[in-house]
């Protein structure tokens, strides 16, 4: 089945204590992003990768890493997590890399920083 | 800098009777325009959009959206409420030629039986 997968999907840390939360997709797709979702402000994008070592800042950058070594796999890394990254992050995917592609979401990760 | 606008942040409909998502963008340059839809506990599903040509879209389950570059406007539509349709409805733009794709504040369509 074709899918964007997340791990974990919930997870609950405390301030400072680095973490990853995995994304992977078997679709072979060149494009892969992610954002978080909070309420009232509806998704923003953190990153994106257009391929293979190639990543960018999307509206949201601070605070995030993010790796692109393989294609399938895009990890979202939080160096020093802080209570204000609690949210509700979404990795996904589209072919190519055209605008004009529609992308495919990840089931989310829950993140709550205490 | 890109942005869109869903001005309701519900909308309330009876089963059986047509709706609208509204929805307005702001770009430099050609619009592509997407809508998304989120059920509760659940990633982001496409459901359709507009790249060029007929301005009427037809897409998932029933859905169509009309791109009104007058207006500036890309509302979503459907003939005939159902309340499986009570979900989270996301508008998102992206200019043609660039990758950051901005999504709206969303608008929870709650249809009662």
């Known amino acids: 089945e074709a899918q964007v997968t997340q791990n974990p999907r919930y997870l609950i840390t405390v301030t400072g204590k680095k973490l990853t939360v995995t994304c992977s997709q078997n679709m072979n797709h060149e494009y892969m992003s992610w954002y978080r979702q909070d309420p009232g402000l509806g998704l923003r994008q953190i990153y994106y990768s257009m391929n293979v070592e190639v990543t960018d800042k999307g509206d949201v950058p601070e605070g995030y890493k993010v790796s692109r070594k393989e294609k399938r796999n895009f990890p979202l890394i939080l160096e020093s997590p802080s209570p204000n990254q609690t949210s509700l992050y979404f990795c996904a995917s589209k072919i190519g890399t055209d605008s004009a592609g529609h992308q495919f979401f990840g089931p989310g990760t829950r993140l709550t920083v205490l | 800098a890109q942005s869109v606008a869903q001005p309701e942040d519900q909308v309330n409909v009876a089963e059986g009777n047509p709706l609208t998502v509204k929805c307005t963008y702001s770009?430099?340059?050609?619009?592509?325009l997407f809508w998304y839809v989120q059920y509760p506990n659940r990633g982001l599903q496409f459901l359709l959009k507009y790249i060029t040509g007929d301005n009427l879209v037809k897409g998932s389950y029933g859905f169509e959206a009309e791109f009104n570059k007058s207006q500036t406007s890309f509302h979503l539509k459907k003939p005939s409420a159902l309340v499986s349709d009570s979900a989270l409805y996301f508008c998102a733009v992206r200019v043609a030629g660039y990758s950051t794709l901005t999504f709206g504040k969303g608008t929870m369509l709650l249809v009662s039986p």
């Open positions: 770009v430099s340059g050609n619009p592509y």
